[in-house]
């Protein structure tokens, strides 16, 4: 039976216990499984390899991203070098221009170490990503919509170009969630999660997610967790499963307030520039909308010079200043020196993540009491 994605949501991967009629995957809270003999086992021998609460909640990915392999980490950034390490010494990956700081370190600070090389290109520019491919490139590592500027790459177009030159896509659909995007449909290689933020989506757990479609990559990738063995854990897969099956009503709620507020603040008087891929006048609202369904729920904003960005901060009371995003609560982060705080100052003000950049994950609270909230920080945070 073919399901739509509400259904999936809830019923797919593995859809309760067949041994009990648990409505719920049990968590298999062992390190070792029981073998009847020598080269005889029941499918699992040890839980850094196998573990069925894992292997539903991969199960369940790969069903929601419309892929056929899941693999299942102990955070985003473990899922983000298990990828990396199937690249060699020599190797190059072209990168989306802003994307998680997390994400720049770990190429920037320890795969360079290895030889492994990156070049930052805006990757919603077609023609360079094109010009950034040489000899030694041998994938494109594409944030969309990017963190924290909310660019937005064509990812189908982008696939097509990578293709061409015999190169990877692996897209980091955070963001969005397979809920609002499935970039495996649209021609990506690798889908990358960090199940912390919106899969989770209580603050409560950490996690990484790869899914693929095609069986000799998911080979390689299965082998690069098992042998690196940063895999998630029995009981934080069950909490990962647990928020997927809220994942369709909180997503609808988390787009439905950052759709409000975004146009709040576009219209309000106390706002430099708004970057929201869901607002009409975004640059990349068109591709936005052809791509995925809607412009997800994180917004980031500069306020106009009267007003201090860090007494702004200080002067909320209902919103959270917290690192993450994708909570049922709304937090707001400062990416210049919380979440971005890696990326070299220069490149950081280059591609635009300067200091006074404040980003916002929308949460499901009333609307209106986030926009009190919002207008109250701002006017306490006026100079003179």
Not at 255 to 263: F, G, V
Not at 265 to 274: A, D, F, G, N
Request: proline share 3%; glycine share 8%; net charge negative.
């Amino acid at each position: 039976m073919s399901l739509k994605r509400n259904s999936l949501i809830i019923h797919g991967g593995v859809d309760g216990d067949e041994t009990t009629g648990a409505v719920n995957i049990p968590i298999y809270q062992t390190s070792t499984y029981k073998q009847d003999g020598l080269g005889e086992n029941r499918g699992w021998e040890y839980s850094r390899t196998g573990n069925p609460t894992r292997d539903a909640l991969e199960k369940l990915i790969a069903d929601l991203e419309e892929g056929k392999y899941g693999l299942a980490f102990a955070s985003g950034l473990a899922a983000i070098n298990t990828v990396l390490s199937l690249f060699k010494s020599g190797d190059k990956l072209v990168v989306s221009s802003n994307i998680y700081g997390g994400t720049f370190r770990i190429l920037d600070n320890v795969f360079k170490n290895f030889g492994i090389t990156y070049e930052i290109v805006d990757t919603s520019d077609e023609e360079a990503v094109e010009q950034a491919i040489d000899s030694d490139v041998k994938a494109v590592y594409v944030e969309s919509p990017a963190n924290p500027l909310l660019t937005v790459t064509d990812i189908e177009a982008v696939a097509k170009i990578a293709h061409k030159h015999n190169l990877l896509l692996i897209v980091d659909n955070t963001f969005l969630t397979p809920y609002l995007q499935r970039p495996l449909s649209l021609g990506a290689d690798i889908v990358i999660h960090s199940g912390t933020k919106y899969l989770g989506g209580h603050s409560d757990t950490v996690s990484g997610l790869v899914v693929v479609k095609d069986e000799k990559l998911a080979d390689r990738l299965y082998y690069l967790q098992n042998s690196i063995g940063g895999v998630l854990p029995p009981f934080d897969s069950f909490l990962i499963i647990r928020g997927i099956k809220t994942l369709g009503v909180r997503m609808d709620r988390h787009q439905e307030n950052a759709t409000k507020i975004a146009k709040w603040l576009q219209e309000s008087p106390y706002i430099e520039k708004v970057y929201y891929p869901g607002l009409e006048s975004d640059e990349g609202y068109e591709i936005q909308k052809k791509q995925a369904d809607g412009g997800g729920a994180m917004i980031s904003f500069v306020l106009k010079p009267e007003y201090d960005y860090r007494v702004f901060f200080k002067s909320l009371k209902l919103i959270t200043l917290a690192e993450s995003l994708g909570g049922v609560e709304s937090l707001v982060c400062h990416p210049a020196s919380m979440t971005h705080a890696a990326i070299p100052r220069e490149i950081r003000e280059k591609v635009g993540i300067v200091d006074e950049l404040i980003r916002f994950s929308v949460g499901i609270e009333d609307a209106e009491d986030l926009i009190l909230d919002l207008e109250q920080a701002i006017l306490a945070s006026k100079k003179g």
